[in-house]
């Protein structure tokens, strides 16, 4: 007998159209994850995002978009976990996912109420 088994996170079905809808508004996505690299970056070319980021600690998170407030860019982020939780207080606007850890909705300048990104 064989078995075999994959583990990862499912990416949201409507994620992919978001990703390139924003892209073609002329909109910079950029990708950080505490997740390693491979995950991180089979995520990233799934999406079509070139701008990504793996490994990323919240203080990794924080001084990215403060790097990015430094140079002028308005930054909006989306994220559902604790440790997403201290970059949704720094970015200029902020999304929590409504499955998201309390934490991380109280951070959220924005509850979304279901798991649809679009």
């Known amino acids: ?6 583990i990862g996170d ?3 079905d409507d994620a ?3 990703m390139a809808e924003l892209t073609r508004r002329g909109l ?3 990708l950080l994850s505490g997740d390693g690299e491979g995950p ?9 995002i070139t701008r990504w980021r793996s490994r990323a600690t919240p203080e990794d998170k924080l001084a ?9 860019r308005r930054v909006l982020m989306v994220g559902d976990g604790v440790n997403d939780a201290p970059v949704l207080a720094r970015a200029d606007v902020s ?7 309390d ?3 109280a951070s959220g300048d924005m509850v979304l109420m279901g798991d649809r990104l679009a």
């Open 1 to 6: 007998m064989q078995a075999r088994f994959a």
């Open 10 to 12: 499912a990416c949201r």
């Open 16 to 18: 992919a159209a978001l």
């Open 28 to 30: 910079a996505v950029h």
């Open 40 to 48: 991180v970056a089979g995520l990233a070319a799934r999406l079509g």
């Open 64 to 72: 990215y978009v403060a790097a990015l407030q430094a140079k002028g």
């Open 95 to 101: 999304i929590a996912m409504g499955g998201g850890t």
């Open 103 to 105: 934490v991380a909705r």
